[in-house]
């Protein structure tokens, strides 16, 4: 080993931060001073700052940042990157990383400062996460479930009656009828179908078995307008309503509460003193949006319901209770809906402003002002997750604020040793820019913990956004940057002779 590489080695065995070198490679030959100049280009890359005082203009264009003293003061400074010869070419990238090495030793030097300074950020962003999850969880959930009732419908109710001046619940004046069903889908143009309705709640019977359930007396057009699918066996047929028949179709439901683990088909259950075979099993619907169980329900034909199960109206004895409406589409929905409204009044002989006797849902509007709600719910939590990411943020700049007040000395260090302003700037921006991602991330991870948990524990549909998390995250080194600029700015400004003086 030469007598410099021992002085190297001397100077580095106690790991300085800084190694100064006075004319390291004065009165050498060519291969010792490269040999010097290698050595020191290792220890740069390896995170010390080694400051080379030279005369030799070949060796003081090795460095990456040269500036150049006459009589004690500062000259110039010469632009490294019109030069070929440097310790690192990848001089920018590997500035870069030793300003995020720089922010991630100050971090770890006050983690406790650091976790309460972005603990805002962290609820904020866990907030979203989770406020956007659910919301999406319910949008699907009413997709789902609008998607259940069958497409393009409508739903045709009678009207109510008033008892001593009070309006009774709609259905209290029994006005439809099943030629009024007849007569909507003969005369309006973009009905598909129209398909009468009775029913009432029931309890049912099935060997040692009972359980209450929706019993509903129907025609063949009603399973198409809902879209209802058969799970197992047949559903019925014109020809068997029209004869009166003694059959079933049971929900899912149903099946299960009344025949356990065995096969319904060609079952019978007792509906009041009325036995009925069942022929089929519906496919699961589960709820819609009102929580009803869809799969709780028994279907029987129409005329068959009206002789033995729900019985007639002595005042009406066509009398239905619905009439659903399929429409040819979505778009044509409110068109049809004031046709329909035309024809029943003028069947019904409803003159000048005189009130409907029925009433006309639609029930993709009910569905999507359930999500509107939603909508809505989700803009202003979200809101008030926006005000905790400001409040976060203005932590950070406060802890910066004081970082930078407790780091004069280094800071004039740093300065009084070539640094530059931007690079003091680029330095705490960083600083503040890590932290808040660092907040971000880990907000995203309890958000992503939480919607794990949420479903689990509350019921509630939940649909985490990967797309969401990401803006999210970038949302956070956003404030990094904007609360980050103040500190940065106040640190690049000092004076550092005055710096070193309070040091």
């Given at each position: 080993m030469s007598s410099s590489?021992?002085?190297?080695?001397?100077?580095?065995?106690?790991?300085?931060?800084?190694?100064?070198?006075?004319?390291?490679?004065?009165?050498l030959d060519t291969s010792t001073r490269d040999t010097i100049l290698s050595i020191l280009a290792e220890l740069r890359r390896g995170g010390l700052t080694v400051m080379l005082v030279t005369h030799d203009a070949e060796v003081a264009g090795r460095a990456q940042r040269t500036i150049r003293l006459r009589d004690g003061a500062i000259v110039g400074e010469l632009d490294i990157s019109r030069h070929v010869l440097n310790f690192d070419h990848r001089g920018g990238l590997m500035r870069s990383l030793g300003y995020v090495y720089l922010a991630f030793q100050s971090i770890r030097a006050h983690i406790l400062r650091s976790v309460l300074a972005i603990t805002g950020i962290v609820i904020g962003i866990a907030a979203v996460l989770i406020v956007v999850a659910v919301a999406e969880g319910a949008r699907a959930e009413i997709s789902r479930q609008i998607n259940s009732l069958g497409s393009n419908l409508l739903l045709v109710q009678p009207g109510a009656q008033n008892a001593q001046g009070v309006r009774q619940q709609a259905g209290t004046v029994l006005s439809l009828t099943t030629t009024d069903a007849l007569a909507v889908a003969r005369e309006v143009s973009d009905v598909v179908i129209a398909a009468p309705f009775v029913g009432g709640q029931k309890t049912v019977i099935a060997r040692d078995l009972n359980w209450s359930t929706l019993v509903a007396g129907v025609t063949p057009e009603f399973f198409e307008a809902r879209g209802w699918r058969i799970g197992e066996g047949q559903l019925f047929n014109q020809d068997q309503v029209a004869s009166v028949a003694k059959i079933a179709v049971i929900g899912g439901t149903v099946a299960r509460?009344?025949?356990?683990?065995?096969?319904?088909?060609?079952?019978?259950?007792?509906?009041?003193?009325?036995?009925?075979?069942?022929?089929?099993?519906?496919?699961?619907?589960?709820q819609d949006f009102t929580g009803r169980d869809q799969d709780d329900v028994i279907f029987i034909p129409l005329s068959s319901a009206r002789i033995f199960a729900t019985g007639r109206s002595q005042a009406n004895p066509d009398a239905v209770h619905t009439i659903l409406v399929k429409t040819n589409s979505t778009q044509s929905m409110t068109a049809v809906g004031g046709a329909i409204a035309r024809?029943?009044?003028?069947?019904?002989?409803?003159?000048?402003?005189?009130?409907?006797?029925?009433?006309?849902?639609?029930?993709?509007?009910?569905?999507q002002t359930r999500d509107r709600t939603y909508r809505q719910f989700t803009l202003l939590v979200s809101a008030l997750a926006g005000i905790s990411l400001l409040v976060g943020g203005i932590g950070v700049m406060n802890i910066m604020l004081v970082s930078v007040t407790e780091r004069f000395n280094e800071i004039g260090i740093r300065l009084a040793f070539g640094a530059r302003p931007q690079d003091i700037r680029k330095q705490f921006l960083m600083e503040a820019v890590l932290l808040c991602t660092i907040g971000g991330l880990s907000g995203l991870v309890v958000g992503y913990a939480c919607t794990r948990v949420v479903p689990s524990a509350l019921g509630w549909p939940v649909e985490f956004n990967a797309g969401m998390a990401l803006v999210a995250v970038a949302c956070s080194s956003l404030i990094g940057i904007i609360f980050g600029l103040l500190p940065a700015e106040r640190a690049a400004r000092l004076d550092p002779a005055a710096l070193l003086r309070s040091g």
């Open positions: 590489e021992f002085a190297v080695a001397r100077a580095i065995v106690n790991e300085p931060d800084l190694l100064l070198a006075d004319e390291p490679t004065g009165a509460e009344l025949f356990r683990d065995s096969d319904p088909l060609g079952r019978f259950i007792r509906i009041d003193r009325t036995s009925y075979v069942v022929i089929g099993v519906l496919a699961e619907k589960g024809v029943l009044r003028q069947r019904h002989k409803i003159m000048g402003n005189k009130d409907d006797d029925f009433r006309i849902q639609n029930l993709i509007q009910i569905a």
